[in-house]
């Protein structure tokens, strides 16, 4: 009977490692994206643009790097974090004391929050990061945007979808 008793723990052992395997995969490498676009604003006719940036993701996410108009840096990139429930979007931002720019680099994005979790960090008094957005200054118009981003230890590019803000490099 003992050979059996291996030989099936072992298959079992085996069967949790392929199981562990394939939702490793799945988690990296055939869901989509933890990055998602929100709104854009666009300011000085497409110089500036500030998109809002959300962490679908199941833990944080670490922005590296962004590139616009197939992969030029642009003239100044900023994370802007909101600690209320205004998004970080359109004008007047810096006068706003909920809402600070620091480098791209400099804070991790935290998985989204729900609605309630949201209202809850808001009664805590705390500085939580609420809302995220990336605030690009270019000296031509943007007509791309690329980020490159870590999640779970693992560096990934993407592009981010302006959908119909732009069309075909022009403004609409």
């Given at each position: 009977?003992?050979?059996?008793?291996?030989?099936?723990r072992?298959?079992?052992?085996?069967?949790?490692?392929l199981?562990?395997?394939?939702?490793?995969?799945?988690?990296?490498?055939?869901?989509?994206?933890?990055?998602k676009?929100?709104g854009?604003?666009?300011l000085?006719?497409?110089?500036?643009?500030?998109?809002?940036?959300?962490?679908?993701g199941?833990?944080?996410?670490?922005?590296?790097?962004?590139?616009?108009?197939?992969?030029?840096?642009?003239?100044?990139?900023?994370?802007?974090?909101?600690?209320?429930?205004?998004?970080?979007?359109g004008?007047?931002?810096?006068?706003?004391?909920?809402?600070?720019?620091?480098g791209?680099?400099?804070?991790?994005?935290?998985?989204?929050?729900?609605?309630?979790?949201?209202?809850?960090?808001?009664?805590?008094?705390?500085?939580i990061?609420l809302?995220y957005?990336?605030r690009?200054?270019?000296?031509?118009?943007?007509?791309?945007?690329?980020?490159?981003?870590?999640?779970?230890?693992?560096?990934?590019?993407?592009?981010?979808?302006?959908?119909?803000?732009?069309?075909?490099?022009?403004?609409?």
């Open positions: 009977m003992k050979p059996k008793s291996k030989h099936l072992r298959l079992a052992y085996a069967g949790l490692g199981l562990l395997s394939a939702s490793l995969l799945y988690l990296l490498f055939l869901r989509p994206t933890p990055i676009a929100g854009f604003t666009s000085t006719a497409e110089n500036t643009i500030i998109f809002e940036v959300i962490n679908e199941f833990t944080k996410v670490e922005l590296l790097d962004v590139r616009v108009n197939d992969g030029q840096k642009p003239a100044k990139a900023e994370l802007g974090v909101s600690y209320s429930l205004h998004l970080v979007g004008d007047d931002l810096d006068e706003d004391t909920h809402i600070e720019f620091v791209i680099q400099e804070m991790p994005l935290q998985p989204e929050l729900t609605a309630d979790e949201k209202l809850a960090a808001l009664d805590q008094g705390a500085r990061p809302n957005g990336v690009l200054f270019n000296d031509t118009p943007i007509t791309q945007i690329e980020v490159t981003y870590k999640y779970w230890g693992i560096t990934f590019k993407r592009e981010v979808p302006m959908g119909r803000f732009f069309n075909n490099g022009s403004s609409t």
